[in-house]
């Protein structure tokens, strides 16, 4: 599990945990030829915007729908040689939206190894 980005007064999470796509990603001749599994987390630090409670409208949140379509659509994409690659294009999609204040993204790949679970990389970003 990955922790949060920032925490603080005013800002608030918005995650995806495990969520397991298929990509054709690295960088040895057999994983461009076969797509596989990998495992991506995100977790979001976003400003609150201080409304009061009852104010129930999605437009005043990061959409967490929206936010898992961008990251299939970026698994889907043309291939990607490595994990960091992915993951700062993950981090990128997700600073698009101004409210985000970090990104910690974790992406790793899950049957590279026979005797671990899996290997990859976390990055975090923040907003400048």
Do not use: W
């Not at 054709?24 to 076969?34: D, N, P, R």
């Amino acid at each position: 599990m990955t922790h949060p980005a920032i925490a603080g007064p005013g800002v608030r999470h918005v995650f995806l945990r495990d969520m397991v796509l298929m990509a054709s990603i690295g960088v040895y001749a057999h994983e461009h030829t076969a797509r596989q599994r990998i495992r991506i987390n995100v977790d979001l630090s976003v400003e609150d915007d201080g409304v009061p409670v009852g104010r129930d409208e999605l437009a005043r949140v990061v959409d967490y729908a929206k936010l898992a379509d961008r990251v299939r659509a970026l698994c889907a994409a043309e291939h990607v040689r490595l994990v960091e690659t992915l993951a700062e294009r993950i981090a990128e999609a997700s600073l698009a939206d101004r409210r985000v204040i970090a990104a910690l993204i974790t992406v790793e790949k899950l049957d590279i190894f026979p005797d671990a679970v899996s290997a990859g990389v976390t990055v975090e970003r923040r907003r400048r």
